[in-house]
């Protein structure tokens, strides 16, 4: 059974940084890509990043903007987003979720695809003051 653990969320002036971690277990971890996503209150779900399953390939929504880093630790099973200039309307919650493939692939940009992904963590709560 796939199991996926975020933290690292918390309360963040703007301009601040935070880091989330994503542990997975009941899984090959590096035989997958994996991915970030957001939801805001009262907004859809949205891709904020996607990793490869060796981490040599990364790739990153609009709104990134450069701001965001996703990394990952095949040996301890981590997935990290380490996020910097953070804004007010980066406020939401965060999801990492593991993809079907080990390549990030379809939708506007690959890995954007909420379909792609089979599993989902519970979510670490990011809010940024203003």
């Known amino acids: 059974q796939v199991q996926l653990v975020e933290s690292g969320g918390g309360l963040v002036q703007a301009g601040g940084s935070l880091t989330l971690s994503c542990t997975a277990s009941g899984l090959t971890f590096d035989d997958y890509a994996m991915g970030w996503f957001r939801q805001g209150s009262g907004k859809e779900r949205e891709g904020v990043s996607c990793?490869?399953?060796?981490?040599?390939?990364?790739f990153y929504a609009n709104f990134v903007e450069g701001r965001f880093t996703n990394s990952r630790d095949n040996a301890r099973n981590t997935l990290y987003l380490h996020m910097y200039g953070l804004k007010p309307e980066d406020t939401a919650m965060y999801y990492c979720a593991v993809s079907r493939g080990s390549a990030c692939y379809g939708g506007s940009w690959p890995g954007a695809l909420e379909r792609q992904y089979t599993d989902w963590g519970q979510g670490t709560q990011v809010t940024v003051s203003s």
């Open positions: 990793i490869n399953y060796s981490g040599s390939a990364t």
